[in-house]
């Protein structure tokens, strides 16, 4: 047999043999099915393995010679090698380094198989992806979980390595923050007034915050806004809510912190005059006013005021007096607010009742109605006596109003 080696040209030369006389030999041996032998002439291999050589007088006498060629080839053993990997990892194969980056081949192995012919390995590996790189753009104030950590802006860049089997996954980690955009709202209102942002409402009891907008910036993310609003020193003023009696005059006067425009009195201004310098009335029941203001800028500020009319009119009947005295203190009468217009009866009586003093319609407030202590041109004696009355209003209502004084000398 000769010696194995890959793709071998094997050139056989026949000399005289003991065979010779007879001009016939036979030549036999083993190759691999990868050589080739030439004998003679001729060639053979795996696919022509035996045949007949003339060699023309090659034997002794000068006569030709026969060689009969009987060969055997064995054939070159061929293997695949499949096999995945991890990536990073290296496998050598017959003194060759494959990796991610070199995964195919063919390894040629002399004298590798066990009939001594060379062996043919096919290396075909598949490499596992194992290095992963993770880019996001996030939102500062934003959050991501990865392998059960969280990344954010403060902490935005990392290693994972996540368990697959054989193989684990390790992932690079790297995010990029977007600021949050950040702008301050600054508003002026009008008293009373109000804004709603991002559903919260400022006004004069809630006049600064901070609003987080979702999606509002212009890079896609969360915007942050500064509210500050403030009011302006606008005021209108029409009066302390206040009671009078009945047949009093009240005078409305009303007051602006501001330059109106626009004036709406509900109901009708006691005054429609723009000429009076006041309102001034004398209300028979409780009423109420408002003002409407309007301002340059649009502001509209209103206020109101409102008058209760009692009708407990005010009657004064002095407790003591003396007819000894100077007019009008020597006399007895009812004094009455602007209310009373007319005393329809008023009478005085001893205190045993009997009637001194009987006056019918007088007017209150005058002293030359009054009693002059006197009954039937007779000086009556310092005493208590008693007074009784009917008053009419200046609405036509009519009231009483009794009492006890003191005559004295």
Not at 208 to 216: K, S, T, V
Not at 221 to 241: A, I, K, P, T
Not at 340 to 349: D, E, G, K, N, T
Not at 363 to 368: A, I, L, M, R, S
Request: one cysteine or more; proline letters at 5%; a negative charge.
């Amino acid at each position: 047999m000769f010696p194995n080696t890959l793709n071998t040209f094997i050139l056989l030369l026949f000399a005289t043999t003991a065979f010779a006389q007879q001009g016939h030999s036979t030549y036999r041996d083993t190759f691999c099915n990868n050589q080739t032998v030439l004998v003679g002439n001729q060639i053979f291999n795996s696919s022509n393995p035996t045949g007949t050589v003339i060699l023309l007088g090659a034997a002794v006498g000068g006569i030709d010679s026969v060689i009969h060629v009987e060969l055997m080839f064995n054939p070159v053993m061929e293997a695949t090698l499949n096999q995945t990997l991890c990536e990073g990892d290296t496998l050598w194969v017959n003194g060759t380094v494959y990796h991610a980056g070199f995964y195919l081949g063919e390894e040629f192995i002399e004298s590798g198989s066990v009939n001594g012919c060379d062996s043919l390995i096919h290396v075909n590996l598949k490499f596992r992806k194992v290095f992963y790189d993770f880019q996001q753009v996030i939102c500062e104030g934003d959050s991501i979980s990865i392998n059960g950590h969280v990344y954010s802006a403060f902490h935005r860049e990392g290693t994972e390595v996540v368990p697959n089997g054989v193989c684990d996954s390790i992932i690079q980690v790297k995010l990029t923050a977007l600021p949050i955009p950040f702008s301050i709202l600054k508003d002026t209102l009008c008293p009373g007034g109000s804004i709603v942002i991002n559903g919260n409402t400022y006004d004069e009891k809630n006049r600064i915050g901070f609003e987080l907008l979702p999606n509002a910036g212009s890079n896609g993310c969360d915007s942050l806004v500064q509210v500050n609003v403030s009011f302006r020193e606008l005021w209108v003023y029409l009066g302390e809510d206040t009671e009078i009696i009945k047949g009093d005059e009240i005078c409305i006067q009303e007051l602006y912190g501001m330059n109106p425009v626009s004036l709406v009195w509900s109901p009708t201004a006691p005054c429609p005059d723009s000429s009076c310098l006041s309102q001034c009335i004398i209300p028979l029941k409780s009423l109420s006013f408002t003002l409407t203001a309007t301002d340059s800028t649009g502001c509209v500020l209103k206020d109101d005021i409102r008058i209760r009319v009692s009708s407990k009119n005010r009657v004064y009947a002095p407790t003591v007096f003396n007819p000894d005295n100077n007019f009008p203190n020597n006399r007895f009468f009812l004094g009455a607010d602007h209310g009373v217009r007319l005393i329809r009866r008023i009478f005085i009586a001893d205190r045993w009742g009997e009637l001194l003093y009987d006056v019918k319609d007088i007017f209150p407030n005058y002293p030359d109605s009054g009693w002059d202590g006197t009954y039937r041109g007779q000086v009556m004696h310092p005493g208590a006596y008693m007074f009784w009355a009917e008053l009419e209003r200046i609405d036509g209502t009519t009231f009483i109003e009794s009492g006890s004084f003191s005559l004295v000398r």
